[in-house]
């Protein structure tokens, strides 16, 4: 599903985030991205998503050089990864219902569609009953959680977590943890960037450790 | 097709709803730079107006050497009328002219007693086209009258035709030049406005385009938005610029004038206030394009 060969992403001469990084990662498969603050876990994600381009090596998703996209194709690669982000990316303006919809209506669905698989998204991350609220008005578990629905409700073939319980609890985080794994059972290939060990610790999955950088661990459990 | 289109008017006058002061700034903003120029515009077309209509007022003066006899005259009328530049030819006879002379001269008319009544020449007094008050039409005129040895002189006023030329000349001038630097401060200001409301709204747009919205989605609702803010702006424009046309610009150019003309100020025509309004939908549109190109970065 996910395969680097090589890749290195500078910022100019002197700030390398990530160097000669080769990975595959099949299709299905439940993924830790650790590793220390300026490791390059977040510069490796948004590689993935078309954020940001590898200096040189190639990435191929779902069997895709994403690195050769015209940038009028990215659009279209996203269609097809969720991405969750610490700090949620919610729009404050615009009530739960339409923050989730958005993602749909961004995908041109049709108006049924729309409401039928927000309500269902909303369902799955338990907050069915909070569709007019504004997200400002909820806790920051339930905003994470809103945040995942969206990046859900377009049935991903990949989700992107970038510390998603950074800013969470231990009793919320476990719930968020629940969601993603029963995304994973679904067929959603997961790629969770966290510096947190215990979480790792507490749902044994396959982890990839980055320092300076660099990959320096790929230990399946 | 139909349903994204509604999607995307739903969306902007969302987006207008749920930013009301922005909004509202980026109206007014067109508003006055529309107005600023139309009230220009207006003062150019008003004393355009009243030059077109002195220029109605040039004619061709050609004294004959001798009257020529009465059973000419028709035929030279005839001849002089058919010159493509011209409308209309009047004969004045001596006595004519003698009795201009002497209601002219008023209290003084008594000087004329006892003058011959053939002291002054015969003319034409010949008027031009609506197309002809120009130097080139008087022109060719004098020039087809010299050929004819009957007239001894022709008179048109020539220095006050090229001043007259070159101050409309000038006038259209000023007009274009001022139009067009109204027209770049107005794009540029309301380009910026835009772009700070674009700027208040950049989660929005990156989040959209982090969900695998296209430029073309992202960009339709905010040009949209944009048109409709122009067509506002427009239409408050066109409503100022009609109040202060009543309440200042009437009497300002009625004094302008100093004195009457037969010329009443004139407000813009159906089409020209069309023109404003549309002005205004396009400038909404290429300020949003220009702004937008900056922020929706995929």
Known sequence: MIQLFNVT???????????????????????YVTGPSGAGKTTFLSMLYGASRPTRGQILIDGINITRMARRQIPFLRRKIGVVFQDFKLLNSRSVYENVAFALEAQGKKR???????????????????LQRRPIE???????RIAIARALVVDPLILLADEPSGN????????IMELFKRANARGTTVLLATHDNSLYQRFPKRVLGLEAGRLVMDHQP | MLEKIRYFIRRALRNMRQWPVLCSAAILTMAVALATMAT????????QGLATNWSQEIQVVAYFKTPPPRNQRAKLIQQVEAFVDVNQVVFISPTEALKRFSTRLGDDAGLLEGVS???????????????????????????????DSRFNDVRFGQEWLERFEN???????AGLFLGSLFLLAA??????TIKLTLYARRDELEIMALVGATKRFIQIPFLLEGALQGFAGGLLALGFLWLSFKLLLEKGLHSFWLTPVGFDPIFLSTEQQFMLVFSGVLLGLLGSLASLRKFVRL
């Open chain 1, 9 to 31: 992403k500078a910022y100019g001469k002197e700030s390398v985030a990530l160097r000669e990084m080769s990975v595959h990662i099949e299709k299905g498969e439940f993924t």
């Open chain 1, 112 to 130: 049924y569609e729309v409401s039928k698989k927000v309500y269902q998204a909303l369902k799955e991350v338990g907050l069915e009953h909070r």
């Open chain 1, 138 to 144: 909820l806790s920051g578990g339930e905003q994470q």
């Open chain 1, 168 to 175: 969470l609890d231990l009793e919320v985080t476990l719930e």
């Open chain 2, 40 to 47: 220009f515009f207006l003062v150019v077309l008003n004393i």
């Open chain 2, 117 to 147: 009544r053939t002291l002054l020449p015969a003319s034409l007094e010949i008027r031009l086209k609506s197309g002809s008050h120009s130097r080139e039409g008087v022109e060719r005129v004098v020039a087809e009258l010299k050929k």
């Open chain 2, 167 to 173: 101050f409309v000349n000038l006038l259209k001038f």
């Open chain 2, 187 to 192: 794009l540029f200001i309301v380009s910026n």
